[in-house]
Structures are given as C-alpha cells and as structure tokens.
C-alpha cells in the first residue's frame, strides 16, 4: 500500500467537451484523514502530470504534497486539497489567454512566432478549459471533499504558460479564486496583449493575492522586462506590494520542475500561510 504522502485519487470521467481527455488528480493531506469534521482550502494546479512525487511524475516532479506535508509539520501553512489537472498535446493553446490576443500586440506576438496560424478554434481553447474547471471540475471537488469552496480559500498555481492562464483565471473569475500562484510566467508569448488585458481587467485590490517568480536562465531571463511592467501596473491600481502581491527574483535558476520544485515552499506560505507574510 502507498504512504500517505503519494496517494491519488484519479479521476478519468471529468472530460471537457471540445477538448482532448485529460486526467484529474486529487491528493489530501494527512489532517483531511486525522480532522474529519474539518473543511479545507483547494489548491488548483495546471500540468498535473509534474506536479507530485517521482511516484506520479517524471523527472521527480514539484514534490507538492511532501511542501505541503512539511510545511503544515512546522505550522506555517494550513494545508490545502491539491487538485492536479493534466495537459495534452495542445498545452499551448489551452493556456493561452484568449482574451489577451485581442489587446494590442497580443495577436501580432502570435503571429511573429512560429505557432503563427491561430484559427479560432485553438483561440478558444483556453475558455473552454477555464469554463471547464469552473463550471464542472471545482462543482465535483466541492461536492466530493470536505472542501472551503469560497474564493478566499481557492487558489491556482502554475508554471510558464501555466502561470499565464491562472493569472487569467482571477481577473475572468475574481469571485471563484481568490489566490494565485506564477511561476516563472511565459509573458512573451503574447506580449504586450497581455498588459493591456490586464490593465482593464485586473480585480480591485484588497480580496486577493497574487504570487510572481521567474529565473535568470533559459527562458526564465526572457522575464524580467515583462514582470517589471506587471508589477508597475499592480502598484498604479492600488495592489499592496508584501500584501496583496509579491514578486521575487532567483538570479541563477533555470525554466525547469527541479527550480520550482526548490521554491515552491515560498508561494505555498504566501497562499496559505498561518500568519501574515
């Protein structure tokens, strides 16, 4: 039998209509199991098949559930419900912000790279797969957990491109999630579109948290020029920086699960930290 630490539920049957299969992976900590009459926060992951233990992902993966395990430990976080969902082969297009690519510089950043031809069919794939985990993913988790389902106590986090659409995630749903998590965040793949999409959408300051990280190396020191206009913008609109959001830089680390894997202890205590940050 597995530990504790490794054990999934797996769901095959939470499949979004217009997109290719996916799997759903659900992991509790150990105090859903010692505290049955506690309910608990969700933490939303995007490219679950990375995001656990060499048990479950290749390549020795983020190790959430062991941060997360360790954290509570030492009483830093209360530990939240880690829902993983996987990726397919159109990874790209299902986090790209669709909304972004009608802002200025959003489709032109498109169109210079080389996945240039985006019909409309891959522009929605990112709204399909947010209505997705909105509409039928958090419904059965709410449903089959003892789970907080309110904002406050919902989070997203991902990587790359996965950063990118949960920062979307928030400013299309603000009264679904409530706390977000970037990793190392592909802003240049569309740009300046993204800012502007930001600019008029961003919620109002005060009832969510925002996390920011990015690299130096690989892809990661594409990042700094467009976090800087990011963070600009947050301030200009009233975000309480050390509050409402952070942004740290790892000079030295690269564009891979082992650097976000190293860090991940810091975004988990900024989400679900058990005092302020």
Known sequence: MKNHETKLDTYRDLNVPGLLRRRVDVWLPKEYETHPDQRFPVLYMHDGQMIFDSTHASSGGWKVNQAITSLADQHKISPPI???MTSTLNRHYEYLPEKALDYPGGLDTIKASKEGGLDQ????????????????????????????PDAENTAVMGSSLGGLLSLYMLCEYPQVFGKVACLSTHWPVVGDGMIGYLDENLPKPGNHKLYFDYGSVGLDSEYAPWQAK????LREKGWREGKDFVSWSFPGEDHTATAWANRLHIPLTFLFGTIDY
């Open 82 to 84: 880690v829902v993983g």
């Open 121 to 148: 069919e891959k522009r929605e794939m990112s709204t399909l797969l947010i209505e997705w985990i909105v509409r039928k993913v958090k419904p059965e988790i709410d449903q089959r957990y003892r789970t907080l």
């Open 230 to 233: 990011v963070d600009a913008l």
